[in-house]
């Protein structure tokens, strides 16, 4: 029976550009088949959707939270990507999924 191998980051070690780049290159030599990466809320991603929540519950307004957390997160891929690169696309189609959830 083979072993996997599960590695779980969260928190400051995918707080930004930097760190994502520093875990890269903790995990690219490590790994292998039945390898499992689980990466938790970058950087305070969890506080701000909380927040976003928050004011959603309470009827305010959460568009600056909102557009806060998306500038952030396409930052991120700006820094990590070229600009041609596909995951831009894909995040912005996971931002307009969550949206619609939010409303």
Same mark, same amino acid.
């Given at each position: 029976m083979?072993?996997t191998?599960?590695y779980?980051?969260?928190g400051?070690?995918?707080?930004?550009?930097?760190? #994502?780049?520093?875990?890269?290159?903790i $995990?690219?030599?490590?790994l292998?088949?039945?390898?499992v990466?689980?990466?938790?809320?970058?950087?305070?991603?969890t506080?701000?959707l =909380?927040?976003? $929540?928050?004011k959603?519950?309470?009827?305010?307004?959460?568009?600056?939270e909102?557009?806060? #957390?998306?500038?952030?997160?396409?930052?991120?891929?700006? =820094?990590?990507f070229?600009?041609?690169?596909?995951?831009?696309? @894909?995040?912005e189609?996971?931002?307009v =999924?969550a949206l619609?959830a939010? @409303?």
């Amino acid at each position: 029976m083979s072993t996997t191998l599960v590695y779980k980051f969260g928190g400051a070690s995918v707080k930004d550009a930097p760190a #994502l780049k520093n875990l890269y290159d903790i $995990l690219l030599p490590r790994l292998q088949t039945n390898t499992v990466i689980v990466v938790s809320a970058m950087g305070k991603t969890t506080n701000a959707l =909380e927040a976003i $929540l928050t004011k959603k519950l309470a009827g305010e307004d959460y568009t600056s939270e909102w557009n806060t #957390l998306k500038t952030f997160h396409k930052g991120l891929c700006a =820094e990590l990507f070229p600009e041609s690169h596909p995951v831009g696309e @894909q995040l912005e189609g996971f931002f307009v =999924e969550a949206l619609e959830a939010l @409303q």
